[in-house]
């Protein structure tokens, strides 16, 4: 018999060429109406911003969400028939798009449209028209488009920052990165902060274990001595130290809760 967690999927779609320094990807998450009963699911830290859409027919209910940052696992109950659709914010562009300090934010339900207006304003109602994930795609990507933010609105230095810590899987050291840059540490650190909300060693930590994750959930065959190595922990024990921290597992339980999940493309 299978395990309740098999009937639940998720999968990314990469944003196309005029959002994509504001949005990061997009992503989906559902669970099979066929599931009997709800199941706790886990969502790791990501380092990013989410706007997200919920939808349950059987329950006629649809809600927006904003998922902000968090270096914490969270635990909710997911329900049969749950989907979820969502635009991830490119870390660069957070303070642009929320037109605020993106480290004050915290997570919530979304039931007020006067709550960032000009993200959330009428968006409830698109969404709810969209038969699937590429249409609410396509309407995330119209609201970025209309923000009207350009590039080179964006602090050019840390969209670099932002895309070699992502490239590097997080392995690259900070000091790299602000020569490359040629800033200071200091000048990095605060800069980073401003734009994203996240210090660059806390985003670099999420993208390794981003990284992690995508190596475990579909990697089978390699022992985890052999992962630790190639994703630059400094030894095993490191990596079972940081899975503790993150997720509260142990690698083996972590790998087996992922593995439960089907993942579609990730980007």
Not at 10 to 15: I, K, L
Not at 25 to 31: A, N, T
Not at 122 to 146: I, S
Not at 189 to 215: D, E, H, M, S
Request: glycine content about 6%; some cysteine.
């Amino acid at each position: 018999m299978k395990s309740p967690e098999t009937f639940l999927s998720y999968r990314e779609m990469p944003s196309g060429a005029a959002v994509s320094h504001l949005v990061y990807s997009f992503w989906q998450f559902s669970v099979a109406p066929e599931l009997k009963q709800p199941v706790t699911h886990e969502i790791f830290p990501d380092g990013c911003f989410s706007i997200f859409y919920y939808r349950n027919e059987r329950k006629n209910f649809t809600m927006l969400g904003l998922t902000a940052l968090s270096l914490e696992l969270h635990k909710t109950e997911v329900f049969p028939g749950d989907v979820y659709w969502s635009a991830r914010f490119s870390p660069a562009a957070n303070r642009a798009i929320l037109r605020a300090n993106p480290a004050e934010f915290t997570s919530r339900l979304i039931f007020d449209e006067n709550f960032l207006p000009h993200l959330t304003g009428g968006l409830l109602k698109e969404l709810d028209e969209c038969r699937n994930f590429g249409e609410a795609a396509a309407v995330y990507e119209k609201r970025f488009a209309a923000f009207g933010i350009a590039s080179e609105k964006l602090d050019a230095k840390i969209i670099e920052a932002v895309r070699l810590i992502v490239s590097s899987t997080g392995e690259i050291k900070i000091a790299e990165i602000a020569e490359q840059l040629n800033l200071s540490v200091r000048q990095l650190q605060r800069r980073f902060l401003n734009a994203t909300g996240l210090t660059p060693k806390q985003f670099a930590r999420v993208q390794r274990w981003r990284a992690t994750t995508i190596k475990l959930a579909g990697d089978t065959e390699s022992k985890l001595v052999d992962c630790a190595a190639e994703l630059g922990f400094t030894d095993q024990a490191h990596l079972s130290r940081e899975c503790a921290t993150l997720t509260g597992r142990s690698p083996k339980s972590f790998t087996e809760k992922v593995r439960q999940i089907e993942h579609g493309n990730l980007v």
